[in-house]
């Protein structure tokens, strides 16, 4: 037998609509935005590592792309653009096509036939 709601409920009506549906999913597509950025910044890391075989060259490599990153995801915050599914994959393409670039020209630099710096520039 089906209990009945008290007659002062009755009235009452559920107004979130379905703005509950989208906030497990807004939290995973923060979260895997975050791990995508680590985890791309690490393999870059790792990459620039056996690209340019100079450490130093990987960090200010990698510390380029962070800056890239950060100034993308700030005009993003100061836009006032939510993180959606299309923001989300936005961003790790963003470190792809940032660290693509950077590892380049820092590949290149290391193994330019020049021996000053300001002739390997």
């Not at 037998?1 to 009452?12: C, D, G, Q, T, V």
């Not at 380029?64 to 950060?70: D, L």
């Not at 836009?79 to 923001?87: C, I, M, Q, R, V």
């Amino acid at each position: 037998m089906a209990r009945k709601a008290p007659p002062e409920l009755n009235s009452l009506k559920q107004t979130a609509g379905r703005g509950w549906s989208w906030m497990a999913s807004e939290l995973a597509f923060y979260e895997s935005a975050i791990s995508g950025i680590f985890m791309s910044l690490f393999f870059a890391f790792i990459i620039l590592c056996i690209a340019t075989r100079n450490l130093t060259q990987s960090v200010i490599s990698i510390f380029c792309v962070i800056c890239i990153v950060v100034s993308v995801v700030a005009i993003m915050k100061i836009k006032n653009w939510a993180l959606g599914t299309s923001e989300s994959i936005a961003v790790v393409i963003l470190i792809g096509f940032s660290v693509d670039y950077v590892i380049h020209l820092s590949a290149d630099y290391m193994h330019s036939p020049q021996k000053s710096r300001h002739d390997k520039m």
